[in-house]
């Protein structure tokens, strides 16, 4: 069974940076035709395509907030990061991992998502 | 890049079928095939109901179809169900090598 679980902290203050982490069972994040991706919603706003890693480490970011976010993937620990810096009250929102496990783009597995809150 | 245009909600009676078309651009839906929908439940994880356009997941009921006429890609959903009461989300891969949502589709049945 394939499952993805989101750790980081629930709350950070505006101007510091986010660091998030993505922890995936089951599955081998070595596998040669994966890809993860970082997925945020808003409250009562739309889903957010972040950023995702590809098996091969390629990487591939929201233009908008390309300056701002790094994922990064250690397969040793079968763990996908995503570092936000400069963090505003409006990135308040539920950030989920999706994970395309054989097809690269079309994410078959999601986490449940954490809530983070930007707030001083 | 902006998000593709859905409506906010569709609704229809049980058996009905409902359409939600999903409007992006000649940098994704136009230009690539890669035009997959997802169905965010109440409990709030996302599954994805099709990829590739029109193709099904294994478990996905064929009552779930998709189509594609030029930038605009569709989601068809037959004989309506309860639990098919959800929101819709279309996603395209880009030419840029990104990823974009659609703004999400609220399906009530009444």
């Known amino acids: 069974q394939v499952t993805l679980k989101e750790s980081g902290p629930v709350l950070v203050k505006p101007t510091e940076t986010l660091t998030l982490t993505c922890t995936v069972s089951?599955?081998?994040?070595?596998?040669?035709?994966?890809?993860v991706s970082w997925i945020r919603q808003a409250p009562g706003k739309a889903l957010e395509w972040l950023a995702h890693i590809f098996s091969n480490d390629e990487t591939s970011y929201s233009p908008s907030l390309k300056s701002r976010l790094t994922i990064s993937r250690d397969t040793s620990k079968s763990q996908v990061g995503l570092v936000m810096t400069n963090v505003d009250p409006v990135d308040s929102a539920t950030y989920s991992c999706a994970l395309a496990a054989g097809t690269l783009i079309y994410f078959d597995y999601w986490g449940q998502g954490i809530l983070v809150t930007v707030s001083s | 890049q902006s998000a593709l245009t859905q409506p906010a909600s569709v609704s229809g009676s049980p058996g009905q079928s409902v359409t939600i078309p999903c409007t992006g651009s000649s940098s994704d839906i136009g230009a690539l095939n890669f035009v997959s929908w997802y169905q965010l439940n109440a409990g709030r994880v996302s599954k994805l109901i099709l990829y590739d356009v029109r193709h099904r997941p294994s478990g996905i009921s064929d009552r779930f179809s998709g189509s594609k006429s030029g930038i605009t890609a569709t989601l068809t959903i037959s004989g309506l169900q309860a639990d098919d009461e959800a929101d819709y989300y279309c996603n395209s891969y880009t030419t840029s090598g990104t990823f974009i949502f659609g703004t999400g589709t609220t399906v009530t049945v009444l």
């Open positions: 089951g599955f081998s994040l070595s596998n040669a035709t994966m890809g």
